[in-house]
């Protein structure tokens, strides 16, 4: 009588298969938990700092904004249905909806007047206009040689913003 060959990698794959299908057919997936972050857009026009944040089940009353003169941080409850007195009667198939307390800080490209800053929410986005200092906002200065007007560039533009604006201005 011979023994069969020992493979371990055999109780392994088993094991993975195991919890493939345990995955599979599992009807509740896990909450996003506090791992989520806020989805933000944000841009500048040449006055202001423009930062747009998708909070879908959150009210006005709900998001906290503080803003300093280089960051701003984002705070938001969402409410969950589990937290109704009557869903413990519920039979509950999926639960992806996120829900809890989130906080997302950003550090500012530009510094900020957080004073005059404007907030508005609107259909589950919250947008803040936030107005640049005065130092951050980018002036155009001539540049003369010789008692001639040259060029005009703007001051506070990176090298890039500046060859597509040449770019622009040659077409």
Excluded: C
């Amino acid at each position: 009588m011979s023994m069969p060959a020992y493979n371990p990698f055999g109780e392994m794959t088993s094991l993975r298969d195991a919890m493939n299908r345990l995955l599979e057919e599992s009807y509740v997936r896990p909450s996003f938990g506090s791992s989520r972050t806020i989805p933000l857009d944000v841009f500048e026009t040449p006055d202001d700092l423009v930062v747009i944040a998708a909070l879908p089940g959150a009210s006005a009353d709900d998001v906290n904004v503080t803003a300093t003169g280089d960051t701003v941080t984002l705070k938001v409850k969402v409410p969950s249905e589990t937290q109704k007195p009557e869903s413990s009667q519920w039979t509950w198939y999926l639960h992806e909806i996120p829900h809890g307390e989130f906080t997302r800080t950003i550090d500012l490209p530009v510094e900020i007047n957080p004073q005059n800053a404007k907030a508005t929410f609107q259909n589950g986005l919250l947008r803040l206009e936030l107005p640049k200092v005065e130092e951050a906002r980018q002036h155009k200065l001539q540049i003369q040689t010789g008692g001639q007007t040259q060029q005009k560039v703007n001051v506070g533009q990176s090298e890039q913003q500046m060859g597509q604006h040449q770019m622009g201005a040659g077409q």
